[in-house]
């Protein structure tokens, strides 16, 4: 499975049918695919999950094309009276790494990780990286897509119905996303609601 670039004009449209690919995959498991602005939606009972692919200005046909992946769950009962929204991808993404601050790993979409470093990075993280290029799109990068939404955002569904999946958001995670959760006060409420035997805000002190 390849894109026609004969059919193609502009990178804007080649990145409409990476979306289109995309959706189709994930209307056959159930998610409504919205081609207009591309995101595709899974809603149950208890928890709402967006999924909306971006792109950049600065791709360029036939060389880069980029696809940026986020992921944002809201809560069906806190949706009632507020939006409901509970956490996005830097929740998901990031973890603790080593000790030395500067050093920062990234697992990427396709399989590759990069090891570098940063003299100016506050702490050490491992990061699963959300964006990939898509040009030449083949059935290759559309399974690993998949396996990395799969395994890396829609997993999160039933875990945070669970006490377990809570300890294992909330552990070993940076200050950057400490701070993120413990500001949701969605989050914090959900919690609360469903998981009383947790202290949420202790788990997410400094």
Same mark, same amino acid.
């Given at each position: 499975m390849e894109i026609d670039l004969t059919e193609i004009k502009t990178s804007k449209e080649y990145f409409q049918k990476v979306c289109n690919e995309i959706g189709k995959?994930?209307?056959?498991?159930?998610?409504?695919?919205?081609?207009?602005?591309?995101?595709?939606?899974?809603?149950?009972?208890?928890?709402?999950?967006?999924?909306?692919?971006?792109?950049? !200005?600065? *791709?360029?046909?036939? *060389?880069y094309i980029n696809l940026e992946i986020l992921p944002n769950f809201h809560s069906i009962e806190l949706r009632k009276n507020k939006k409901g929204?509970?956490? &996005?991808h830097t929740s998901i993404f990031t973890k603790k790494y080593l000790k030395d601050k500067s050093k920062i790993r990234v697992n990427q979409i396709y399989g590759e990780t990069?090891?570098?470093?940063?003299?100016?990075? !506050?702490?050490? $993280?491992?990061?699963?990286?959300? *964006?990939?290029? $898509?040009?030449?799109?083949?059935?290759?990068?559309?399974?690993?897509?998949?396996?990395?939404?799969?395994?890396?955002?829609?997993?999160?569904?039933?875990?945070?119905?669970?006490?377990? &999946?809570i300890f294992e958001l909330t552990e070993n995670i940076p200050d950057s996303v400490t701070y993120n959760l413990r500001e949701s006060i969605n989050f914090i409420e959900y919690c609360k609601i469903n998981f009383p035997k947790i202290d949420i805000l202790e788990r997410l002190k400094n």
């Amino acid at each position: 499975m390849e894109i026609d670039l004969t059919e193609i004009k502009t990178s804007k449209e080649y990145f409409q049918k990476v979306c289109n690919e995309i959706g189709k995959k994930y209307e056959s498991k159930g998610f409504k695919y919205l081609s207009s602005r591309p995101k595709i939606i899974y809603k149950d009972t208890e928890i709402k999950l967006e999924i909306t692919f971006w792109s950049s !200005r600065t *791709n360029e046909l036939g *060389n880069y094309i980029n696809l940026e992946i986020l992921p944002n769950f809201h809560s069906i009962e806190l949706r009632k009276n507020k939006k409901g929204y509970l956490f &996005g991808h830097t929740s998901i993404f990031t973890k603790k790494y080593l000790k030395d601050k500067s050093k920062i790993r990234v697992n990427q979409i396709y399989g590759e990780t990069l090891e570098r470093t940063d003299e100016y990075s !506050r702490e050490s $993280v491992i990061y699963d990286n959300n *964006n990939c290029n $898509v040009n030449d799109f083949n059935e290759y990068k559309l399974n690993k897509i998949i396996e990395f939404i799969d395994s890396k955002i829609i997993i999160w569904i039933e875990k945070i119905k669970t006490e377990e &999946g809570i300890f294992e958001l909330t552990e070993n995670i940076p200050d950057s996303v400490t701070y993120n959760l413990r500001e949701s006060i969605n989050f914090i409420e959900y919690c609360k609601i469903n998981f009383p035997k947790i202290d949420i805000l202790e788990r997410l002190k400094n």
